[in-house]
């Protein structure tokens, strides 16, 4: 079984893509999430290493609700 996907992205491609959407270092970002360094580190390593941890889902949907309120406009 290959590494976990929604909505097509794999967990890595998520925290990524959200670092560069909002412009945040790897330290910013999990000081954003409020996760340590190394808790985002695991979860940004692949799939098929030792180091790696699966992102609980209420993180995935955290994630996507940060960047839904970055795009918004007041």
């Known amino acids: 079984m290959g590494p976990r996907q929604v909505g097509g992205q794999t967990q890595q491609h998520l925290l990524r893509d959200a670092m560069s959407k909002l412009g945040m270092t790897r330290a910013a970002f999990a000081k954003r999430i409020s996760v340590p360094d190394k808790t985002l580190d695991k979860w940004l390593a692949p799939a098929n290493t030792s180091d790696f941890r699966a992102m609980p889902d209420v993180v995935w949907a955290y994630i996507r ?5 970055s795009t918004k406009t007041p």
């Open 65 to 69: 609700e940060i960047l839904l309120w």
